[in-house]
C-alpha cells in the first residue's frame, strides 16, 4: 500500500496501524495513551490525524486507524492542531499534576489562563492503560467504574483489592505517574494494600512480591520462578557462556 | 373491539376496561347482536387521548374510555348501534366530535408501514398477524427470490436505517453477504435509550412479528443463521410480547429448521440489556451481547465484516426490522415512490412536549415540520407562542419556529444541524430558555457518555461548567467561543457518534438563539424565566386589576397589596417558580431581571 504522510511517500502493509507506518518512517504524531504492549486504547485522541481518501477528508485516531487502500494522511494541518491544542487545554483542566503534562506543556505551552476550575493536584487523565495492563496480567484487580464524567480507575468497592499481586505494572505503564507505588523495609505498598518483597538471590536487590511469585507459580506449576534480578540473569546467562566456552578449551 | 392496551394506555388502566367488556359482554349477550370479538392491541399513537377503544368495522374510536363508560358502549354501540358522542375524539382544529379515527387530522396525515398493525391486531394472536398478510414476504423470499434478489430489492427500495445514522440498508447487508466465513449473525437494535422516545418499543409490544420477519428475511438475505434482539431491561411488556412471539413463530415452522420448507434455517434469541444510553450505539451493544462491557470500540472495520464474536454481522434498528417484510411483500418500487431524493419511505416518530396531541406518530419522509407540529400535533396547547423543535434524540438539534417548511428528511435535518437519530421529536413553546435546553442534554450527555475517550467526556464536562456558569449569572462574553472550540474538538476527535454528535444541541442553539445566550451572559436575564437566577418577575401596575390572584397562589408569600389597586412583588422572598405568571388572568405579571429592569 501506498501512503503519503505530509507530503511523504511511505510503504505500508495492508491493515497496519497508521501511527505503525508514520513510526517506522520517523514522522511524529503525539500520544499519550499509546503503549506498544497495550495497543488499541485510543482513548486520549492525541494521535488523532486527516485522512483524505477519495477525495473527502475525515479526522481519525491514527493508532487503530488501519491503513487499506492508497491514503494521502495530514498529522499536523490548522485543524488537527487547533484540536490538538483544545485537548492539551481540556487535559490541563483535569489533570494538572500528571507527569504527562510535562511534555504536552513543552509542545504546547504556555497554554492560557484556563477557562475551568482546575482539578488542582489530579494525575490521572484516566487514559485506561493501567486496566489494561491488569487485565493483560490476567490479574484484573483495577478497573474503570461508572460512565461519563463520574468515571474513574478504582479496585472494586473501593477497597484494597484482593486480586492484586502488587506487581506494579499499572504504575509502570502510567503515562501521568498517577498511581502510588512505595517501597520501604522490603514492604512495597500499592493500592493500599502491603507486599512483601522478595529479594534476587544474586545481588540481594528487591525484584518482586511474594504475591507475585506465587501468581506465576500458580500460572505454570511445572515452572520454577528463578529469583533473579535481570542484571544477574544476564550476569548469568554470559557466565553460564564463560564457562560453556572455557570447558571447550577456547 | 380494539382496546388500546400500549403502555401508555395500560397507565391509564385500559386493562381494567378490557376485562369490563369481557365481563359485560359474557353477561350481556341477549342483547347484542353479533358476536363481539374483544382484542388487546398495541399502541394507537394518541397516548394524550388513551384509553382508546376502536369499534369495528364501523371504525367508531373512542377516547379516554373508563371501565364504567363500558356500559353505555355495550348498550349504545352493540345493541344500539349508535356512538357513544361523549366518549369521541374533538378535532382540536373544529371543535366538532368525529366518529372515526381516520377522520382526524392527527391520522390522516400519517402513512404507516412500520405501524400498519399496530392498534389494528392482538400481538399475542400470531393469527391475527398472518391474517393482515404477515409471514407472506418470508414466505415469497425463501419460494421465489435468491438471498441476492432479496437485498436487490432492498437496495432498489432505498430504505435507510431507522436507528440513527441512517445507512443504506441494502448496502449493510451487501457488505455482509459477501464477508467471509460461514458464521453470520442478524442482530436487532431494541435498546431504544433515548429518555422519552417509544417508537420501538411500542412495535416490539404491538407487532412482535413484523420484526421477526424482517430478521429472518435478512437472515436468508445474507446467510445467517442465528440472530439476537436487544431490549432493554425496563422494557418489561416489550420482552414479554416478544419472547411470546419468537415461541409462537418457532412452533408454526416460521423461525427453525428448514423454515417453510425451505433450506433456509434461522434461529433468535432475546438478550437483555442494562439500558444505558449508549449501549445503543453499535458497538457497545455488540460488546454487550458477547457479555463484555458496554462501551463503544473503535470500528474503521465495519461490523458487517468483523462484528458479533468477530463474525460478520447485519444490527439494524427494530423500526428497519418492522420495515423490510412490507418493501419484499410490496416491492422496492412501491416504497421507493414514498419520500424524497435520498430518504424513501416513513418515518416513526414519537411527537412529545408542548403539543396538543403527544403520541407516536408515522408519516412520509419529506413532510414538513409545520405540518406534522400543526396539523397532526394540533399546535401549541395554552394559546402560546411556537419556539422550537428538538429533534433527534438528545444529541439532537433544535431547530427554530422560523423553519417550519423545512422537509423532514436525513438531509434537511443534518443541515439544519440536527439529525433524524431514531425519531425523538420535542416541540418546545415560549416558555422554553433555550440556553437551559443546551445545558440539559449537555449535562444527560455528560452523565451517559461511556467516559472512555478525552473529547468526550472531558469536552461535554467543561460545556456543561461553561452553560452551568450562562445559566446561573456568571458567563462571559468568550463562553460562546470556547464552547464552539471544544464543540469542534468533540465532533472531531470522539470515538463514537454519541461524542461526535453530543455538539449538536449547543451549536443550534448558538446558531438560532443567540440573542439568548447574549442576554443571558451580558444583561443577565433569562427571557423565559426558566433560570432562576436571571429571572425576576414584577408586576405591570398598568395591567393589574389587583384582583389579588397572585397574592393567593404565591406559595412564599411573596405578594402584597390590597384589592382593587396594583399587586406588589417582595424580591427578597420570591422563590421565582413562576405560579403568579401562571394564574395571572390579565397577564400582568412580567419577566425582567438583570439589567433591563
Ligand atoms: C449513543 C448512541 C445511542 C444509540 N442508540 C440507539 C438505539 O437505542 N437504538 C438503535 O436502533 N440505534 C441506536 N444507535 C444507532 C446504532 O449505533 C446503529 O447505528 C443502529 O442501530 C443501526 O441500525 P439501523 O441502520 O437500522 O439504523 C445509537 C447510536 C449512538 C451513537
Ligand atoms: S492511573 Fe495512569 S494509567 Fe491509569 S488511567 Fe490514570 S493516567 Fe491512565
Ligand atoms: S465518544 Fe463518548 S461515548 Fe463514545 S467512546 Fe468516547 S467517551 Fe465513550
Same mark, same amino acid.
Given at each position: 500500500m501506498r501512503v503519503i504522510i505530509d507530503g511523504r511517500e511511505c510503504l505500508a502493509r495492508r491493515g497496519e496501524y497508521l501511527l505503525d507506518v508514520a513510526k517506522r518512517n520517523g514522522i511524529f504524531i503525539p500520544t499519550l495513551c499509546h503503549s506498544d504492549a497495550l495497543p488499541g486504547q485510543s482513548s486520549?485522541?492525541?494521535?488523532?490525524?486527516?485522512?483524505? *481518501?477519495?477525495? =473527502?477528508?475525515?479526522?481519525?485516531?491514527?493508532?487503530?486507524?488501519?491503513?487499506?487502500?492508497?491514503?494521502?494522511?495530514?498529522? #499536523?494541518?490548522?485543524k488537527i492542531r487547533r484540536i490538538r491544542r483544545t485537548l492539551v487545554k481540556l487535559i490541563h483542566a483535569s489533570s494538572p499534576a500528571g507527569k504527562h503534562m510535562e511534555d504536552l506543556l513543552e509542545r504546547y505551552g504556555p497554554l492560557p489562563e484556563n477557562r475551568f476550575e482546575v482539578a488542582e493536584g489530579e494525575k490521572?487523565?484516566?487514559?485506561?492503560?493501567?486496566?489494561?495492563?491488569? *487485565?493483560?496480567? !490476567?490479574?484484573?484487580?483495577?478497573?474503570?467504574? #461508572? =460512565?461519563g464524567t463520574a468515571k474513574e480507575v478504582a479496585p472494586p468497592f473501593k477497597e484494597p483489592p484482593e486480586a492484586c499481586i502488587g506487581c506494579g505494572a499499572c504504575a509502570h505503564v502510567c503515562p501521568g505517574d498517577a498511581i502510588?507505588?512505595?517501597?520501604? +523495609?522490603? &514492604?512495597?505498598? &500499592?493500592?493500599?494494600? #502491603?507486599?512483601?518483597?522478595?529479594?534476587?538471590? +544474586?545481588? !540481594? *536487590?528487591?525484584?518482586?512480591?511474594?504475591?507475585q511469585q506465587e501468581y506465576i507459580k500458580a500460572k505454570d506449576p511445572e515452572?520454577?520462578?528463578e529469583l533473579l534480578c535481570e542484571k544477574c540473569k544476564r550476569k548469568k546467562t554470559v557466565d553460564g557462556f564463560r564457562d560453556a566456552f572455557k570447558n571447550t578449551g577456547f | 373491539m380494539l382496546v388500546c392496551c400500549g403502555t401508555g394506555c395500560l397507565a391509564n388502566g385500559s386493562h381494567g376496561v378490557y376485562r369490563e367488556f369481557e365481563k359485560m359482554l359474557k353477561y350481556a349477550d341477549h342483547s347484542v347482536k353479533v358476536k363481539a370479538v374483544t382484542k388487546a392491541t398495541g399502541c394507537n399513537g394518541l397516548c394524550e387521548m388513551g384509553p382508546i377503544v376502536k369499534i369495528l368495522p364501523d371504525d367508531i374510536f373512542y377516547c379516554r374510555v373508563k371501565a364504567s363508560d363500558?356500559?353505555? $358502549?355495550v348498550r349504545e354501540t352493540l345493541a344500539g348501534g349508535r356512538p357513544v358522542e361523549r366518549l369521541l375524539y374533538t378535532d382540536p382544529a373544529t371543535g366538532k366530535r368525529v366518529k372515526s379515527h381516520r377522520e382526524t387530522d392527527f391520522y390522516k396525515n400519517q402513512q404507516k408501514i412500520a405501524l400498519r398493525n399496530i392498534g389494528e391486531i392482538d400481538p399475542a394472536n400470531i393469527d391475527d398477524y398472518i391474517q393482515r398478510g404477515g409471514y407472506r414476504a418470508l414466505a415469497k423470499a425463501l419460494d421465489k427470490m435468491s438471498a441476492g434478489e432479496v437485498i436487490d430489492e432492498i437496495e432498489k427500495s432505498g430504505i435507510r436505517g431507522r436507528g440513527g445514522a441512517g445507512f443504506p440498508t441494502g448496502r449493510k447487508w451487501r457488505h455482509c453477504a459477501g464477508a467471509n466465513g460461514a458464521t453470520k449473525y442478524i442482530v436487532c437494535n431494541g435498546d431504544e435509550g433515548d429518555p422519552g422516545a417509544f417508537m420501538d418499543r411500542s412495535i416490539?409490544?404491538?407487532? /412482535?412479528?413484523?420484526?421477526?420477519?424482517?430478521? %429472518?428475511?435478512? %437472515?436468508? %438475505?445474507?446467510?445467517? @443463521?442465528?440472530?439476537? $434482539?436487544?431490549? @432493554?431491561?425496563?422494557?418489561?411488556?416489550?420482552l414479554k410480547s416478544m419472547s411470546r412471539a419468537i415461541e409462537q413463530a418457532k412452533e408454526r415452522g416460521y423461525l427453525g429448521d428448514s423454515i417453510m420448507g425451505s433450506s433456509h434455517s434461522f434461529d433468535m434469541d432475546i438478550v437483555r440489556g442494562g439500558g444505558a444510553f449508549v449501549c445503543g450505539e453499535s458497538s457497545a451493544l455488540i460488546a454487550? $451481547?458477547?457479555? @463484555?462491557?458496554?462501551?463503544p470500540r473503535a470500528k474503521y472495520i465495519h461490523a458487517t465484516q468483523r462484528g458479533l464474536w468477530d463474525k460478520p454481522t447485519v444490527l439494524n434498528n427494530v423500526e428497519t426490522w418492522a420495515n423490510v417484510p412490507v418493501i419484499i411483500d410490496r416491492g422496492s418500487g412501491w416504497f421507493n415512490s414514498i419520500g424524497t431524493g435520498k430518504s424513501k419511505g416513513t418515518k416513526v416518530f414519537s411527537l412529545v412536549g408542548k403539543v396538543q396531541n403527544t403520541g407516536l406518530i408515522e408519516v412520509p419522509m419529506g413532510i414538513s415540520l409545520g405540518k406534522i407540529i400543526f396539523d397532526i400535533g394540533g399546535g401549541i396547547p395554552g394559546g402560546k407562542a411556537f419556539k422550537a423543535v428538538q429533534t433527534g434524540g438528545p444529541s439532537g438539534g433544535c431547530i427554530p419556529g422560523s423553519m417550519m417548511d423545512l422537509e423532514v428528511d436525513f438531509e434537511s435535518l443534518g443541515s439544519a444541524g440536527s439529525m433524524m437519530g431514531s425519531g425523538g421529536m420535542i416541540v418546545m413553546d415560549e416558555d422554553t430558555c433555550m440556553v437551559e435546553v443546551a445545558r440539559y442534554y449537555t449535562k444527560f450527555l455528560a452523565e451517559e457518555s461511556c467516559g472512555k475517550c478525552l473529547p468526550c467526556r472531558e469536552g461535554l464536562r467543561r460545556m456543561l461548567d461553561i452553560l452551568n456558569d450562562i445559566c446561573e449569572g456568571r458567563g462571559h462574553k468568550e463562553d460562546m467561543d470556547t464552547l464552539l472550540e471544544i464543540c469542534e474538538a468533540l465532533r472531531e476527535a470522539s470515538l463514537c457518534a454519541l461524542g461526535k454528535t453530543a455538539p449538536n444541541p449547543v451549536e443550534t442553539t448558538l446558531r438560532y438563539f443567540r440573542e439568548e445566550y447574549l442576554e443571558h451572559i451580558q444583561d443577565k436575564r433569562c427571557r423565559a424565566g426558566v433560570c432562576p437566577d436571571l429571572t425576576e418577575y414584577y408586576i405591570d401596575e398598568s395591567l393589574c386589576r389587583g384582583c389579588g390572584l397572585c397574592a393567593k397562589?404565591? /406559595?412564599?408569600?411573596?405578594?402584597?397589596?390590597?384589592p382593587g389597586s396594583a399587586y406588589i412583588i417582595n424580591h427578597d422572598l420570591c422563590t421565582k417558580c413562576g405560579r403568579c405568571r401562571r394564574v395571572c388572568k390579565f397577564g400582568a405579571v412580567g419577566i425582567g431581571g438583570g439589567a433591563v429592569v
Open positions: 486520549c485522541r492525541m494521535c488523532i490525524v486527516e485522512v483524505v *481518501e477519495g477525495g =473527502r477528508s475525515k479526522t481519525v485516531a491514527s493508532c487503530v486507524y488501519p491503513v487499506l487502500g492508497d491514503i494521502e494522511v495530514k498529522t #499536523n494541518s490548522d490521572c487523565m484516566l487514559c485506561g492503560l493501567c486496566v489494561s495492563a491488569c *487485565e493483560a496480567l !490476567g490479574t484484573g484487580a483495577i478497573s474503570t467504574i #461508572n =460512565r502510588e507505588m512505595k517501597e520501604q +523495609g522490603g &514492604i512495597r505498598t &500499592i493500592w493500599d494494600r #502491603n507486599f512483601e518483597m522478595l529479594e534476587c538471590t +544474586g545481588c !540481594g *536487590e528487591y525484584i518482586m512480591t511474594r504475591q515452572g520454577t520462578v | 363500558v356500559e353505555d $358502549i416490539m409490544e404491538g407487532d /412482535p412479528h413484523s420484526i421477526i420477519e424482517g430478521m %429472518a428475511i435478512g %437472515a436468508y %438475505a445474507v446467510g445467517a @443463521r442465528k440472530g439476537y $434482539i436487544y431490549i @432493554r431491561d425496563e422494557y418489561s411488556l416489550a454487550s $451481547i458477547e457479555g @463484555r462491557i458496554g462501551e397562589n404565591c /406559595p412564599a408569600g411573596a405578594i402584597t397589596g390590597q
